[in-house]
């Protein structure tokens, strides 16, 4: 995407909540050269910058673009598919894995990945945390919609040691095309997809030269209960899934967090998706590790694997963020409904004092996902000296109103249709419905297209 500043610039709106501190009545965002440079009540910088032509959204709340700290934006095309098998997430991989082997080509994958980045401008997120096992289609989507990010290239699944060597290779080929191409906004990554899909003797290979090269790591981890009872040696149907396929694996016979800390991975502090399964000890390890969690809490629900403890999370300290998951297993990119089902998720479980609030909820969709990718000095919030990537998101509809808290007004009775104007480094990307240079009907058309071809390949 051709970067064009924008000049001197004055944002306001009934509300303008910067995240790091409290929200602002009547307030605005002063934007220059792609970066914030004062946050303050409208009328002061009107007074301080007269001269400073103003964009006004009334009745809005400006605040910071959603980070989705994990998504698989090339599997966007495969949303609705798989629900059928949403009660055996086995099975669900197994179909997911061949799907995406035989049934989709590289441009079908591109176009899915494009197709998930626009549905992401357009509900206000500004940063993806993305695993590709295609790595390229989601980073060169990310790229080319001007969104920022760190797209994590994902490993063969080959739980067997005996092809580690030749997996390491063939992984660090694929990371050293993309870093080549890397920008300020999008950045390469790692993904050793989970404890039971990669060896033992990759995750050591990966972890050392994660340590050395300084890659950022993300791992699905302790996601669901079969995934523990595999690796404690407790059977369960992945254990069943090993036999079947004759895959040569020995359970170390640990939960999920233990093992991975017994590699080496955890000492790069990695980003841990789902977590949904990890008791106190583990909770003890990923806070002690400085390791970070990708609180997905809608796709635990849909297959059914249960609630994350983030009570327990955020009272650890451990930095948390929002992510939607694929849209297979999701199936939309809503950070507010994301945040308001963490919210009321928390609240259900309640396995602690900790009362998740519709501010900590609104922290954990902007500024917690912003450090889980270990990005908060860039991103996140809006302080001065911070990237402007922010949104604007209406609540002027009848049923948003009236707003006797803002942050309440977000959380608990907003949602993705509600972002009017989204902006990434100063550039507005999205605003009243359309997108910059993108091309939505050819895109719709294609999503269409793919769509009819894959259910004929189920
Ligand atoms: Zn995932």
């Not at 909540?17 to 965002?29: N, R, T």
């Not at 297959?303 to 983030?310: D, I, K, M, Q």
Request: proline letters at 5%; aromatic letters at 6%; a negative charge.
């Amino acid at each position: 995407m051709r970067r064009v500043l924008e000049p001197m610039k004055l944002l306001t709106a009934d509300h303008v909540l910067p995240v790091s501190s409290p929200p602002i009545g009547d307030g605005g965002v002063l934007v220059s050269e792609g970066r914030i440079t004062a946050v303050g009540p409208a009328a002061a910088l009107r007074e301080d910058f007269p001269d400073v032509p103003e964009d006004r959204f009334p009745g809005s709340a400006i605040l910071p673009g959603f980070v989705n700290c994990h998504s698989h934006l090339e599997l966007t095309v495969l949303r609705g598919l798989l629900d059928d098998l949403d009660h055996d997430f086995a099975a669900w991989l197994i179909r997911l894995t061949r799907l995406r082997a035989e049934a989709l080509s590289d441009e079908d994958i591109a176009d899915s990945a494009l197709a998930g980045a626009l549905e992401g401008l357009k509900a206000g997120v500004t940063c993806f945390g993305d695993i590709g096992r295609w790595g390229r289609a989601g980073f060169t989507a990310l790229k080319s919609s001007g969104l920022r990010g760190v797209l994590f290239q994902e490993t063969e699944f080959l739980p067997d040691g005996a092809t580690a060597e030749s997996d390491f290779i063939a992984l660090m080929e694929k990371i050293g095309g993309l870093r080549e191409t890397e920008t300020d906004r999008v950045r390469v990554g790692i993904s050793p997809h989970s404890p039971y899909t990669v060896s033992p003797a990759l995750f050591e290979l990966l972890a050392e030269v994660s340590r050395k090269e300084g890659f950022k790591v993300t791992i699905h981890a302790a996601e669901s209960d079969a995934e523990q009872e595999l690796l404690t040696g407790k059977g369960g149907f992945f254990a069943e899934i090993f036999e079947q396929y004759g895959v040569r694996w020995t359970p170390p016979g640990v939960r999920s967090i233990e093992y991975l800390s017994s590699t080496g991975i955890l000492e790069t502090a990695p980003l841990l998706a789902h977590c949904t399964k990890a008791d106190e000890n583990e909770i003890r390890l990923i806070t002690e590790s400085g390791s970070k969690i990708a609180h997905c809490p809608k796709s635990n629900a849909k297959f059914g694997h249960g609630v994350a403890p983030l009570s327990r999370f955020l009272e650890s300290g451990i930095e948390v963020g929002l992510g939607t998951d694929s849209m297979v297993s999701n199936n939309v990119c809503d950070l507010l409904e994301e945040a308001r089902f963490a919210a009321l998720a928390a609240r259900i479980a309640s396995l602690s004092a900790f009362f998740i609030q519709p501010s900590d909820a609104l922290r954990l969709a902007t500024l917690g996902g912003a450090e889980a990718l270990g990005l908060e000095e860039g991103t996140g919030s809006l302080e001065p000296g911070k990237a402007a990537d922010l949104i604007a998101v209406s609540l002027r509809e009848v049923s948003r109103l009236p707003v006797n808290d803002v942050e309440s007004a977000l959380v608990f009775a907003s949602g993705a249709g509600d972002v009017e104007m989204t902006m990434v480094a100063g550039d507005i990307l999205y605003r009243d419905g359309f997108c910059a240079g993108a091309d939505e009907d050819r895109l719709r058309a294609r999503m269409t297209e793919i769509g009819s071809r894959l259910r004929e390949a189920l």
